[in-house]
């Protein structure tokens, strides 16, 4: 069994930088994303950002150039760093573990609120 944390949620200006942490407990195996998605009001869950098990990182369109998925201590933490914060990243913001091999497997943390007013 796989359980993810999720952290550093706030509220922000527009303009400013946030930074989510993923706290990862369990057997962490096998090819796999590692993956942040987001859901606005009323809108539905849209992914952000991915790392794959080989490390190779994916960004959503939005994202390009203002986030930064990373990760530390063997893949335990998984860390999403968002510059520039618009009023539309206004979200709740969720930590995935998406297993493929050997044996699927699909976990997700509890999330964590980023509001972006002024």
């Known amino acids: 069994q796989v359980q993810l944390v999720e952290s550093g949620g706030d509220w922000v200006q527009p303009g400013g930088s946030l930074t989510l942490s993923c706290a990862l407990s369990?057997?962490?195996?096998?090819?796999?994303?590692l993956n942040w998605y987001r859901q606005g009001p009323g809108k539905q869950r849209e992914l952000v950002a991915s790392m794959i098990s080989d490390g190779r990182t994916d960004y959503a369109d939005f994202a390009k150039g203002r986030f930064t998925i990373a990760s530390e201590n063997r893949k335990k933490i998984l860390t999403l760093q968002m510059n520039n914060l618009k009023p539309e990243d206004t979200a709740v913001y969720y930590c995935n573990y998406q297993r493929t091999f050997p044996t699927w497997g699909d976990y997700w943390g509890q999330g964590t609120q980023v509001t972006v007013s002024s």
């Open positions: 369990g057997n962490i195996y096998g090819g796999y994303d």
